[in-house]
């Protein structure tokens, strides 16, 4: 059982950044593609990144493209998810998601074992 902890959600203004950390703990942290989610009020939930077990490939939303940057440090069991240039429609509640696979990313969250929590993201025009 893989447990994921978010942590650096906020408020920030438009145009500001923020950088939203995860933490595993429980499995091999790098048997898992990885990923950030995120769910406004009466939306879906839709992906906005993802970076495979080695960090070598990655997708980002086109939303969010140029942006947000996905990283993963696997010594530190942990997923970054920096957000620049932040719009008053990127605010939801971002979840760290985890995919046991070593040959692909994450592209759904049908696709996804392991969730964390969700940290809010608020961002005031």
């Known amino acids: 059982q893989v447990q994921l902890v978010e942590s650096g959600g906020g408020s920030v203004q438009a145009g500001g950044s923020l950088r939203l950390s995860c933490a595993a703990s429980?499995?091999?942290?790098?048997?898992?593609?990885m990923g950030w989610f995120r769910q406004a009020p009466g939306k879906e939930r839709e992906i906005v990144a993802a970076?495979?077990?080695?960090?070598?490939?990655?997708y980002h939303a086109d939303s969010v493209k140029g942006r947000f940057t996905i990283s993963r440090d696997n010594a530190k069991n942990t997923v970054y998810l920096q957000m620049s240039s932040l719009k008053p429609e990127d605010t939801a509640t971002y979840y760290c998601?985890?995919?046991?696979?070593?040959?692909?990313?994450?592209?759904?969250?049908?696709?996804?074992?392991?969730w964390g929590q969700g940290t809010p993201v608020t961002v005031s025009s």
């Open positions: 429980g499995g091999t942290f790098s048997a898992y593609a």
């Open positions: 970076i495979n077990w080695s960090g070598t490939t990655t």
């Open positions: 998601a985890a995919r046991l696979t070593r040959v692909a990313t994450i592209r759904a969250s049908t696709e996804v074992n392991y």
